[in-house]
């Protein structure tokens, strides 16, 4: 059964957090919309807090989702995520996640890419953050 882009969306941000709670997280905020775009998740383990974003397709001829997260996306989530911690200070350890979700007809399969990416700033622009 082939889903409606947006159905396939919210269904895979639905399956993507019912992921995380089965491994104790706890879901912390979903669809944070900030200036210049949208957190899918954001869940928190203990003092660890991840910023999650999911991917989902139908078709492999679309690309794996994770492949959907280019450098400029990266960035602009390592800028969500600075804003969401100005906004909600938290002083244990950030990761960010991506999960890559299949639709093979009647269910998900699901691929975690935990610590995807790291924020590293550049000691010349102290100011800018790289990946």
Not at 66 to 86: G, M, P
Not at 114 to 120: E, G, I, K, L, N
Request: proline share 5%.
């Amino acid at each position: 059964m082939r889903l409606p882009s947006r159905e396939l969306g919210q269904r895979g941000e639905r399956r993507a957090a019912w992921f995380y709670r089965m491994r104790g997280y706890c879901i912390v905020a979903r669809n944070v919309r900030l200036r210049g775009g949208e957190i899918d998740l954001v869940v928190a383990r203990g003092r660890l807090l991840v910023f999650v974003e999911v991917k989902a397709r139908q078709s492999i001829t679309a690309g794996y989702g994770v492949d959907a997260v280019d450098r400029r996306k990266k960035l602009q989530l390592i800028s969500l995520a600075d804003q969401y911690l100005t906004r909600h200070p938290h002083s244990g350890e950030v990761r960010h996640d991506i999960v890559s979700l299949f639709w093979n007809g009647w269910r998900f399969i699901v691929t975690q890419f935990p610590d995807a990416f790291r924020p590293v700033s550049d000691p010349r622009k102290p100011w800018r953050w790289t990946v």
